[in-house]
């Protein structure tokens, strides 16, 4: 079956532009979370959606970030006045339950210049 | 942080076991041990979890000490394709509150496997 998706593969935006991360979880999968990896590191939290409310959005470093999930399936992750140390990999994961194994996709990489 | 120790690379020769190691001191008689990995330019993939029995899966085979304090991932058969960042990460075993949901990554065990 179709795994997590995540749109657009690849971003290039400039400082201080708006962008848009897109993901699509696995079908019936109702918790779906968000992870920021930077080069050599391993993912970091951002931000945990329970169906279509944020349970926990502790990771989120400031609130130039906000993430949406309206219908409880596909989420946004919004970035504002973007920064250079914004640069990183999206991660998005979804798992079936709050408990579930939680499945990734395969990540958006943006690039602030 | 992370609440696990790992160190930070190993080689393995192919077809040969891989023996990874890690550390979890602190963890809470409430905690699983769960792996991960992560190939090059990919998302992390679950591999395997336990609380405090040996598991085994297709993929591998998850050793917990009896005091919990640590634990060894085994790759059997290691392949190229196995060269990998192995993560080890614990985790709440049911929902005490809804931070317990997330994986707190550490740095992880960089796996190189040579033919």
């Known amino acids: 079956g179709a795994g997590v998706s995540q749109t657009p593969s690849n971003k290039v935006t400039e400082k201080g532009k708006y962008v848009e991360l897109r993901c699509d979880p696995i079908s019936g999968h109702t918790a779906l979370y968000w992870y920021r990896q930077s080069l050599g590191q391993g993912p970091e939290f951002l931000i945990y959606f329970q169906g279509t409310g944020a349970a926990d959005d502790s990771g989120l470093p400031n609130d130039r970030f906000f993430a949406v999930r309206p219908e409880g399936s596909v989420s946004t992750l919004k970035i504002q006045r973007t920064e250079r140390g914004d640069s990183a990999v999206y991660l998005c994961?979804?798992?079936?339950?709050?408990?579930?194994?939680?499945?990734f996709g395969p990540g958006t990489r943006l690039t602030v210049l | 942080d992370a609440k696990t120790t790992q160190p930070p690379s190993m080689d393995c020769a192919e077809g040969r076991a891989a023996n990874l190691p890690c550390n979890h001191s602190?963890?809470?008689?409430?905690?699983?041990v769960y792996w991960y990995r992560q190939i090059h330019s990919q998302g992390p993939q679950y591999i395997i979890h336990g609380l405090k029995n040996n598991e085994t899966n297709e993929m591998a085979s998850l050793i917990i000490t009896e005091d919990r304090k640590s634990s060894t991932l085994i790759l059997p058969h290691a392949t190229l394709r196995d060269t990998a960042v192995y993560y080890c990460?614990?985790?709440?075993?049911?929902?005490?509150?809804?931070?317990?949901?997330?994986?707190?990554f550490g740095g992880g065990t960089r796996v190189l496997v040579k033919p």
């Open positions: 990460i614990v985790r709440v075993a049911f929902k005490i509150e809804a931070a317990g949901n997330k994986l707190t």
């Open positions: 994961a979804s798992s079936f339950g709050e408990m579930g194994e939680q499945f």
């Open positions: 602190t963890i809470s008689g409430n905690e699983y």
